[in-house]
């Protein structure tokens, strides 16, 4: 049951180190150019955990709203690493990363939109408190 937290845990880890890794490994690089370097690993690694872990053999479950979504969710993976990568190279990782870890409570309010998710006081005010404790950041 606390699985879910340990996978998060260790997604925060990695996505702090790549902002650590992008701000030091874009140094003068056009960004565009950054973001297709680091997708052409994130392709290779992430095809090559589906071949090893037998996922490839479910490709033919997937149905076109499957499709339809994960493409869509993967143009969205991307517009948001070429904007966070473009950011990082003109701002601080002290600042950039804050304003992107808005997505969480962007990803708060959209669920109760579109996914008809119940909206929890407990949720409300932590996506509160994470616009809040951005906004001291930034400013």
């Given at each position: 049951m606390i699985?879910w937290?340990?996978?998060?845990?260790?997604?925060?880890?990695?996505?702090a180190?790549?902002?650590?890794?992008?701000?030091?490994g874009?140094?003068?690089?056009n960004?565009?150019?950054?973001?297709?370097?680091?997708?052409?690993?994130i392709l290779i690694?992430?095809?090559?955990?589906a071949?090893?872990r037998?996922g490839?053999g479910?490709?033919?479950?997937?149905t076109?709203?499957n499709?339809l979504?994960?493409v869509l969710s993967?143009?969205?993976t991307?517009?948001?690493w070429?904007?966070?990568?473009?950011a990082?190279q003109?701002?601080?990782?002290?600042?950039?990363?804050?304003v992107?870890k808005?997505s969480v409570?962007?990803a708060?309010?959209?669920?109760?939109v579109?996914?008809?998710?119940a909206?929890?006081?407990?949720?409300?005010?932590?996506?509160v408190?994470i616009?809040?404790g951005?906004?001291?950041?930034?400013?």
């Amino acid at each position: 049951m606390i699985m879910w937290w340990i996978f998060a845990l260790l997604s925060a880890v990695f996505a702090a180190l790549t902002a650590i890794f992008a701000k030091i490994g874009i140094q003068g690089v056009n960004t565009d150019l950054a973001t297709a370097i680091r997708t052409v690993v994130i392709l290779i690694l992430a095809w090559g955990i589906a071949y090893f872990r037998g996922g490839i053999g479910t490709i033919n479950t997937l149905t076109r709203h499957n499709m339809l979504y994960l493409v869509l969710s993967g143009l969205a993976t991307g517009m948001s690493w070429i904007f966070y990568f473009k950011a990082l190279q003109l701002g601080k990782v002290s600042q950039v990363a804050p304003v992107d870890k808005l997505s969480v409570a962007i990803a708060i309010i959209l669920s109760v939109v579109f996914l008809k998710e119940a909206l929890t006081l407990k949720a409300a005010l932590g996506a509160v408190m994470i616009i809040a404790g951005t906004l001291v950041l930034i400013l």
